[in-house]
């Protein structure tokens, strides 16, 4: 089993607030980091931030720092993304990924990756 699956994206107005989850299969899980990343039509995958074993996170991309928190709930082998105060500039597929441990917070150090899941900020 090599499996991560987001889901909890959606379309909400700006300000608004939504809850993204990553279910990641252990085997993953046990031997990688574990990131958030979104990508719009001809731009790169930037990566939002990034979770260790140990819990601690990279430093977040500037413009969602202050807005967005990733953490994990070990028993339940999920990872959130938890966005507020959500602007129209985020709308864009947000992935999650298996990242090699203790590598940089990037997509080219990703392993696996999720389907994506649609996040559209709109009046």
């Known amino acids: 089993q090599v499996q991560l699956v987001e889901s909890g994206g959606g379309t909400v107005q700006p300000g608004g607030s939504l809850r993204l989850s990553c279910a990641i299969s252990k085997v993953i899980l046990e031997d990688h980091d574990i990131g958030w990343f979104r990508q719009v039509p001809g731009e790169e995958r930037e990566g939002l931030s990034c979770?260790?074993?140990?819990?601690?996170?990279?430093d977040y991309l500037e413009s969602v720092k202050g807005r967005f928190t990733i953490s994990r709930d070990n028993a339940r082998n999920t990872v959130y993304l938890q966005m507020n105060s959500l602007k129209p500039e985020d709308t864009a597929v947000y992935y999650c990924?298996?990242?090699?441990?203790?590598?940089?917070?990037?997509?080219?150090?990703?392993?696996?990756w999720g389907q994506g899941t649609q996040v559209t900020v709109s009046s």
């Open positions: 979770i260790r074993n140990s819990g601690a996170t990279t």
């Open positions: 990924g298996a990242v090699g441990r203790d590598r940089l917070c990037h997509d080219s150090n990703v392993w696996y």
